[in-house]
């Protein structure tokens, strides 16, 4: 059940609020000011914040700006009331961090339609970031055998070198055909698994495309790895 604070110091409109917000099937919650707001703001963490912005002592922007300061409150949507239609006042509520304006009076349809507009894009940020989070987990893996297969490539790599280094010495110090022949089926197995090595790190560079590439830098995962 989504839970909503309700901050608003006139009381009749705020149990309003309250009333509709229940009959929806939200878990709502009152506060009277807005200090009382952001106390309740950080012991319920609500799924979203409605906040009149005209109120005594604290009024909405300040308590917006409190809670945007604080790590636990800062990502909760916040649609503000008000019964202001001024440009500039819109503006400022969106500069510090408003998701939306309910302008007063409104009916349980704005309400409830700013509400779910709001729901819908958090929903939708969720599932990004969701998406970001499976990928990074996926690329954090890759890195994770990265490392023991490149240990593992350079030393494979290595040995058909030496014994092809081997191959050319005996080669050059057998006379009769049957010998030469011989290192030259050797030489061209350790060629053959030379290029099969080298067919290996090409495949693991397309794994890392510019966007993987870049992705992995947003985290610093890339830079403590290579």
């Known amino acids: 059940m989504k839970k909503i604070l309700v901050i608003e110091d006139e009381n009749v409109l705020r149990k309003n609020i309250l009333k509709i917000l229940k009959a929806e099937g939200f878990e709502a919650v009152g506060a009277a000011d807005g200090n009382e707001g952001i106390a309740a703001a950080r012991e319920h963490q609500p799924n979203l914040i409605v906040c009149d912005i005209m109120m005594p002592e604290?009024?909405?922007?300040?308590?917006?700006?409190?809670?945007?300061?604080?790590?636990?409150?800062?990502?909760?949507?916040?649609?503000?009331?008000?019964?202001?239609?001024?440009?500039?006042?819109?503006?400022?509520?969106?500069?510090?961090?408003?998701?939306?304006?309910?302008?007063?009076?409104?009916?349980?349809?704005?309400?409830?339609?700013?509400?779910?507009?709001?729901?819908?894009?958090?929903d939708l940020v969720l599932k990004r970031l969701e998406i970001l989070s499976d990928e990074l987990t996926r690329l954090q893996q890759f890195l994770d055998a990265k490392d023991g297969l490149m240990d593992n490539l350079n030393q494979e790599l290595r040995r058909p070198m030496s014994n092809i280094k081997v191959a050319l010495t005996m080669l050059q110090n057998k006379n009769t055909p049957e010998a030469q022949e011989r290192?030259?089926?050797?030489?061209?197995?350790?060629?053959?698994?030379?290029?099969?090595?080298?067919?290996?790190?090409?495949?693991m560079q397309k794994l890392l495309t510019p966007e993987n590439v870049s992705l992995l830098c947003q985290f610093n995962l890339l830079q403590s790895r290579l």
Not at 183 to 200: D, H, P, V, W
């Open 58 to 122: 604290l009024d909405g922007y300040g308590v917006l700006n409190v809670l945007q300061s604080d790590p636990d409150t800062a990502m909760i949507p916040f649609i503000f009331l008000t019964a202001k239609t001024d440009r500039s006042d819109m503006r400022q509520g969106i500069e510090l961090g408003a998701d939306d304006y309910l302008v007063k009076p409104f009916d349980a349809d704005e309400l409830l339609r700013a509400i779910e507009a709001r729901f819908k894009k958090q």
């Open 183 to 203: 290192y030259i089926k050797i030489l061209e197995e350790e060629f053959a698994r030379e290029i099969s090595l080298l067919n290996q790190v090409a495949e």
